[in-house]
Structure formats: structure tokens, C-alpha cells
């Protein structure tokens, strides 16, 4: 990833229905918030992106006969610790020294045991980045899932392994 990013401590993600839009927010370590309003499809891109980074980095998955199954308990793990620590999965309010982009692209690489997952609107402009652990990744993915589902986009396939467990015949 070459481009440098303003670096986000935690995000905000939540849909504006007015929009039809996700609103990922990057709080800054300024102090200053950058919304970046997220479309369907760029999620759809952003999801495949993060999965297939999650599935070439695990350290199981490559001598698993299921990889999927290796990521579902990973994802299991890291949603049940991040449902403890409960990450804000609401948009933020209006507030003046919000900065408002359209991202247009997402960038997501491995550097070490973290995910580097940057954002890019239509004039290039980077809006944010952020160092994520693997824990981390899967509960933004969790907290994306949550409000594409509530904008009713129906993306749920995106991530098979992102499903429940299911056991046995007849099992759900």
C-alpha cells in the first residue's frame, strides 16, 4: 500500500438511510473525524477484500481441508471477545469538523499480524487508514455485515464462513 493514510484509532460505522449509504467513521489521533460514505458495491469489494487478506494470512487455513471452517472459528472468537469490549457500531453525529468524503475505493493489505485497511475518495484523496489486528478485522467486518444488513442489501453470502455453526443434519 503506498499511499499514506491519516490514521484512524477506532471507527464509527453505521447506514444513512437518506443516503443508502455506510458510514464508516475514522477518528483520528488529531482529534478530527473523516466520514467516508460507503456504497453497496464498494462494500461488496471491501468484504471480498478483507476475507481473501483474512484467508491467505491464517496460519491454519493453508493445511486445513476446510480454510472456510479455520476462519468461522476465528471469527467466532474474535466477535464473541469484540461483543465484550463492544465497539460503537452506530454513525457519529453531525458535528462541524466532520469532513464528509465518497469513498470510492478500498485498500487492504497484511504487514505483519495486522490488516492495513485504507479508504480513498472519488478525487483520490486518501480519508483514512487503520492498523487492525486480526481479532480487530473480524469484528469490523461483524460491525459492517450488522449494517449492511440493516440497509437491506443482502450481502450476507459475501462470507460463508462469516455464518453461524451449523451442526448435524437439520441443524440452524
Given at each position: 500500500m503506498?499511499?499514506?493514510?491519516?490514521?484512524a484509532?477506532r471507527l464509527s460505522?453505521g447506514?444513512?438511510?437518506?443516503?443508502?449509504?455506510?458510514?464508516?467513521?475514522g477518528h483520528l489521533q488529531?482529534?478530527e473525524d473523516?466520514?467516508?460514505?460507503?456504497?453497496r458495491?464498494?462494500?461488496s469489494?471491501?468484504?471480498?477484500?478483507?476475507?481473501s487478506?483474512?484467508?491467505?494470512t491464517?496460519?491454519?487455513a493453508?493445511r486445513?481441508p476446510d480454510?472456510?471452517?479455520?476462519?468461522q472459528m476465528e471469527?467466532i472468537?474474535?466477535?464473541?471477545?469484540?461483543?465484550?469490549?463492544q465497539?460503537s457500531s452506530?454513525?457519529?453525529q453531525?458535528?462541524?469538523?466532520?469532513?464528509?468524503?465518497?469513498?470510492v475505493e478500498a485498500?487492504?493489505?497484511?504487514?505483519?499480524?495486522?490488516l492495513?485497511l485504507?479508504?480513498?475518495?472519488e478525487?483520490k484523496?486518501?480519508?483514512?487508514g487503520?492498523?487492525?489486528?486480526?481479532?480487530?478485522?473480524?469484528?469490523?467486518?461483524?460491525m459492517l455485515?450488522e449494517?449492511a444488513?440493516?440497509a437491506?442489501w443482502?450481502?450476507?453470502q459475501?462470507?460463508?464462513?462469516?455464518?453461524?455453526m451449523k451442526y448435524g443434519?437439520g441443524a440452524g
Open positions: 503506498s499511499t499514506t493514510y491519516p490514521k484509532q460505522i447506514y444513512d438511510p437518506r443516503e443508502d449509504r455506510l458510514i464508516l467513521t488529531t482529534g473523516r466520514e467516508a460514505m460507503i456504497t458495491r464498494l462494500l469489494r471491501l468484504l471480498d477484500k478483507m476475507s487478506e483474512l484467508s491467505s491464517h496460519p491454519a493453508e486445513s480454510p472456510d471452517e479455520v476462519l471469527h472468537a474474535a466477535v464473541t471477545q469484540g461483543r465484550s469490549e465497539s452506530e454513525a457519529s453531525e458535528k462541524a469538523a466532520v469532513k464528509k468524503y465518497l469513498a485498500q487492504v493489505e497484511t504487514q505483519d499480524e495486522h492495513i485504507g479508504l480513498i475518495a478525487d484523496t486518501p480519508i483514512t487503520i492498523k487492525l489486528s486480526r481479532a480487530k478485522a473480524h469484528q469490523v467486518l461483524r455485515m449494517q444488513g440493516k437491506e443482502e450481502l450476507e459475501k462470507a460463508a464462513w462469516m455464518q453461524p443434519k
